[in-house]
C-alpha cells in the first residue's frame, strides 16, 4: 500500500487556518465582533472537517486489512468454510382458543 503524505491537503488547512486567523485579527483591530466569531467558527469547521475525514481513511484502511489478512475489525468475518442452517418448527394452533 502506498503511504500518502497528503501534503495537497495540509496546505490547503493551513493556508485556510492562517487566512482565518489574519481575519480574526483584523476583526478584533477594527472592532467587527461578528467577523471575528465567524472566521473562529470556521477555524473549527475546516479543522473537523480534516480530522473527520482523516478518520474515515483510516478505518478504510482498517477494513481493507481486515478483508486482505482476516484480521478482526469493527466486523467480525465469517468463516467462509462453515455454513449455518437454521431449523424451525411450526406448530398447529388453528384449533385453539387464544
Known amino acids: ?10 496546505l490547503l488547512v493551513g493556508i485556510n ?6 481575519t480574526v485579527f ?3 483591530y477594527y472592532s467587527q465582533g461578528e467577523v471575528a466569531i465567524t472566521a ?14 482523516g478518520h474515515m481513511d483510516y478505518r478504510a484502511v ?6 486482505d489478512v482476516g484480521m478482526g475489525g469493527y466486523y467480525p468475518s465469517a ?3 462453515t455454513t ?15
Not at 487556518?17 to 489574519?22: M, P, Q, S
Not at 473562529?40 to 475525514?53: C, D, E, K, Q, R
Request: aromatic share 8%; proline share 2%; hydrophobic share 35%.
Open 1 to 10: 500500500m502506498k503511504h500518502t503524505t497528503r501534503f495537497f491537503s495540509k
Open 17 to 22: 487556518i492562517t487566512l482565518c486567523w489574519l
Open 26 to 28: 483584523f476583526a478584533v
Open 40 to 53: 473562529l467558527s470556521i477555524i473549527a469547521a475546516v479543522i473537523g472537517t480534516y480530522i473527520g475525514v
Open 62 to 67: 482498517l477494513q481493507s486489512m481486515k478483508r
Open 79 to 81: 468463516d467462509p468454510n
Open 84 to 98: 449455518t442452517t437454521t431449523t424451525t418448527t411450526s406448530t398447529d394452533t388453528s384449533g385453539q382458543d387464544q
